[in-house]
């Protein structure tokens, strides 16, 4: 119950000075908040039902070191869907931040222990009732934070084309057991280019959906104005598949503004098929010019290689221009940081989705101990939203409003043009050492998300597919023999909002035209400017 001396410490939190002839009366006004909040914690907590027996959990385990070579695992398990639809036979993993009962979750850290979720996520439900087989928990970063892929306590996970190097994050174990053959396909998360800067540094294709489209239900947050989960395949089509079995309205998730029914979800996988016979024929197709900002040569090259090869499916190739592109860094900033940090300190307002409140309740209050099992980019997100929101109690709010601007001056473009295209990341990096200060993670991962975080801004969706091999920026060439190194180069593309159905076409008519393991040759400089044709 309240005392007194909560009382003068709630008062010193709010730079409130309490009269004393009044110090009983909060004292009181206190006390109904100790009576309405007991009442609340003694009634059962709202869970979704589970059903374990048309879908039971077997073989839950951690893999052994030997079983887990890219450290892609959370943990292993094996849960059947049901048959005949459109995912039967296909295995799914899912970010360690979605939960599904009875699998321990790890959130790639040790700063919780023994969480086990009591419920399924909605996009767990999906992909059983189509009929994929559920095979386990991929492998994210700390708490979900970071863009690279070395920062759990459970070692570095590897990209499967090169040992020592970033898998790209948060969703780095999606990107890595997917990327090497492991696993058929599955669902990443992305607040600020998780889902596309795994699947562009491991070869896959991403594809981060129309904010809402995809119900967040059941996954842990980061902050809900920019959190989205979506599929990862090695394949256009495996993504469009999947993208159609998790799609549309739960009747939780009250983000979910303007998504359809699951009855009324696009049957993209047939869609994508019909768009087989055309082509590209008849697409405008603008090329972002301040997304080649602060971009790698070789980056640069091979996805100018690219984008010349659409004037070959009859797409018109244009440049266009979105200057506010350019402060995407700076409104990232302040929205992930201002907001992911009030989300870790439990005070997850003004939603009506589902609360895991067994999370929360092993996560807070936060210690020592926690914050330096969390790492840099916990702690960094920390301090700087301590600091930012005493000092410039406005700038989230600001920040807010311009990525509306920006997404105006999207939707501009896009009036004219079938999608805006860009390099998904700027280059592939090293990992960071794990013992390395903050600082050192900082610039590890500075710039990553550049092109990325820009639709989590606007609620865009993008897409981001392979597009050929670049080597290692220079600074990361440290033996003779990493001259031989090639890594894998993603594409980024933008449409409409709702309009997932445009970025499958444009990504599969792509790969269904280029092998892009086989595309080596640079892009030529004719065509800098103006038409590529």
């Known amino acids: 119950m309240a005392t007194l001396s909560d009382v003068s410490a709630a008062a010193r939190k709010l730079s409130f000075a309490i009269p004393p002839d009044h110090e009983a009366d909060y004292l009181a006004l206190l006390g109904t908040t100790d009576w309405a909040v007991a009442a609340v914690m003694a009634y059962p907590d709202y869970q979704i039902p589970v059903d374990e027996v048309q879908y039971p959990r077997k073989d839950i385990h ?19 869907g049901k048959s005949g639809g459109i995912l039967e036979g296909k295995t799914v993993c899912f970010k360690d931040t979605v939960c599904i009962a009875k699998v321990p979750q ?25 009929g994929g087989v559920v095979v386990g928990k991929a492998m994210c970063e ?6 690279s892929s070395h920062s759990t306590p459970f070692g570095p996970v590897e990209n499967p084309y090169a040992t020592g190097f970033s898998a790209g994050g948060s969703s780095s174990g999606c990107g890595a057991l997917i990327g090497s053959g492991e696993v058929d396909m599955g669902v990443g998360g992305d607040q600020g280019g998780s889902i596309r800067i795994p699947a562009s540094h491991c070869g896959l294709v991403g594809l981060k959906p129309t904010f809402g489209l995809v119900p967040y239900t059941g996954v842990l947050s980061s902050d809900s104005a920019l959190d989205n989960v979506g599929p990862m395949a090695r394949t256009a089509l495996d993504a469009a598949l999947l993208l159609q079995a998790i799609a549309g309205y739960d009747n939780i998730d009250d983000r979910q503004l303007g998504a359809p029914l699951p009855s009324d979800v696009p049957k993209y996988s047939e869609l994508l098929l ?23 040569t070789a980056v640069t090259d091979k996805c100018r290689s690219a984008i010349a090869k659409f004037g070959e499916l009859g797409a018109t190739v244009e440049d266009v221009s979105v200057p506010l592109h350019l ?15 009030q989300t870790r300190q439990g005070r997850q307002v003004s939603r ?11 996560l807070l209050p936060w210690t020592q101990d926690k914050f330096e099992r969390a790492k840099y980019y916990v702690t960094g997100t920390a301090m700087s939203a301590e600091y930012g929101w005493s000092r410039y109690p406005t700038a989230y709010g600001r920040a807010m409003n311009l990525s509306r601007r920006l997404r105006d001056e999207y939707n501009a473009v896009l009036s004219e043009y079938d999608v805006i295209i860009m390099p998904t990341a700027p280059q592939s990096r ?10 050192a993670w900082a610039e590890a991962a500075s710039g990553l998300v550049s092109n990325t975080a820009a639709s989590n801004l606007t609620g865009h969706p993008t897409i981001t597919f392979p597009v050929g ?40 008519a792509f790969e269904q035209a280029f092998n892009w393991k086989s595309l080596q040759e640079f892009w030529t400089r004719k065509c800098v400017s103006g038409s590529c044709r």
């Not at 697409?283 to 301040?290: D, M, Q, S, V, W």
């Not at 009506?352 to 092993?362: D, M, P, S, T, V």
Request: net charge negative; hydrophobic share 40%; glycine share 8%.
């Open 469 to 508: 091999f670049v080597p290692p920026s220079a600074k990361d060439i440290l033996e003779p023999e990493d001259h031989n190194i090639k890594l894998p180069c993603g594409l980024m593309a933008m449409a409409k909002t709702f309009d997932e159905a445009t970025l499958l076409n444009v990504a599969d």
């Open 352 to 362: 009506r989705g589902l609360y895991i409140n067994e999370f929360w309740e092993k």
């Open 106 to 130: 790890l959130f790639g850290t040790t700063a919780i222990e023994d969480f086990i979720p009591v419920s399924d996520a909605t996009v767990v439900t999906r992909v059983l009732e189509h």
């Open 327 to 341: 402060l995407t860094a700076q409104i990232t900033h302040v929205l992930n940081k201002f907001g992911s940090s």
């Open 142 to 147: 700390n708490l979900s934070h970071g863009a």
């Open 274 to 296: 019909n768009s087989r016979k055309e082509g590209l024929k008849g697409f405008k197709i603008g090329i972002l010019k301040e997304g080649f900002a602060s971009v790698d």
């Open 62 to 80: 951690r893999p052994l070191p030997e079983d887990n070579k890219l450290r892609g695992w959370a943990w292993k398990a094996t849960i059947h």
């Open 430 to 439: 090293r990992h960071v050492a794990y013992d390395a200060g903050p600082l």
